[in-house]
DNA sequence: AACGCTATCAACCGCTCTCGC
DNA sequence: AGCGAGAGCGGTTGATAGCGT
């Protein structure tokens, strides 16, 4: 009844400053999660989803704003080429970075410049016929910032990887990138993981990140 | 100064996934 | 096993700021 009532008066649009401080307080108070409660609770008249997406775009902790730096970039292009539009895996590589902005900025910076087709086009179908024996690279060669050279002809040429083309795509992953974030990657729960072979992964970077 | 066009980004929508019952 | 609710994700939309004419 309360809910239903609720949800008939949702606001939409803009968030205002009080709303925020009312979110961020609730959420301190009562942790993240239980998103229809938030929004049952705080007397905020926002959907949980729109409670959710608030926190977590703008009122939660250590969130980074303002533009990407050049390794931001280059690390958003190499770990598009891999994950496709998989926004929210790639943006958990790039500390305080959302989904929403990785999203956003790909599609305004990058995508004009790196894609001729529509992103969307491009996501990789991965699945455990790919390349079961990835091409090996010597483990010298991987997380030094060589890879970040010629960046921008790296994109022209590969960002246009065709997603049927497998053998490109294992070549993609295998590329010396990944400088600065390279232990990141490792360090939660993949869902792709199971689907990559791990030792094609693992060969890729040369880290399982647990030795952070 | 006013108008139109473009770029940017916050927020919404709809779909899928996950989990508890 | 099946169902429903909640959470998460990616695509899209809409407001508006900035720029050019």
């Known amino acids: 009844m309360e809910r239903e009532e609720v949800m008939t008066r949702l606001k939409k649009g803009f968030w205002q400053p009080e709303e925020d401080l009312i979110l961020k307080k609730y959420v301190e108070t009562h942790g993240e999660g239980n998103w229809t409660k938030v929004s049952l609770r705080s007397g905020l008249m926002r959907g949980g989803k729109s409670c959710r997406l608030r926190w977590k775009n703008y009122l939660r902790p250590n969130i980074k704003r303002g533009t990407m730096s050049e390794d931001e970039k280059d690390l958003i292009i190499r770990l598009h080429k891999l994950l496709g539009n998989r926004w929210s895996l790639i943006a958990g590589r790039l500390p305080g970075r959302t989904d929403n902005e990785v999203k956003n900025y790909w599609n305004?910076?990058?995508?004009?410049?790196?894609?001729?087709?529509?992103?969307?086009?491009?996501?990789?179908?991965?699945?455990?016929?790919?390349?079961?024996?990835?091409?090996?690279?010597?483990?010298?060669?991987?997380?030094?910032?060589?890879?970040?050279?010629?960046?921008?002809?790296?994109c022209e040429g590969s960002c246009q990887a065709d997603p049927r083309d497998v053998h490109r795509f294992y070549f993609d992953i295998e590329s010396p990138a990944l400088p600065a974030y390279n232990a990141l990657f490792f360090d939660e729960d993949e869902p792709f993981l199971p689907i990559l072979d791990s030792i094609v992964w693992f060969e890729s970077f040369g880290s399982t990140g647990e030795e952070m």
């Open 108 to 154: 305004t910076h990058l995508n004009k410049t790196c894609s001729p087709r529509k992103a969307s086009d491009h996501r990789p179908k991965i699945n455990h016929n790919l390349c079961p024996q990835a091409p090996m690279r010597d483990k010298d060669s991987q997380s030094t910032s060589e890879g970040l050279k010629g960046k921008d002809d790296d």
